[in-house]
């Protein structure tokens, strides 16, 4: 995977933290399960770059 993809999806779940916990801050549940969704999509991303890294090795 290139670095590019990675630091997007470490971007990703970084926005889902933050998306997580605003909706704690404020209350709003759906914007905190919204934000776990996004952290989730992001680490199966992360998964899948880390797999397709451990075959081309």
């Known amino acids: 995977m ?4 990675k630091a997007k999806h470490a971007a990703e ?3 889902g933290k ?3 916990g605003l909706g704690k801050a404020s ?3 759906q ?7 996004e952290q989730s ?3 199966l991303k ?3 770059d880390d797999v397709k890294d451990a075959f081309r090795k």
């Open 18 to 20: 933050a998306k997580e």
């Open 2 to 5: 290139s670095i590019g993809d």
């Open 31 to 37: 914007m905190e399960a919204e934000g776990r969704g």
């Open 46 to 48: 992360q998964a899948g």
């Open 27 to 29: 209350d709003d549940e």
């Open 13 to 15: 779940e970084a926005i």
């Open 41 to 43: 999509q992001a680490n």
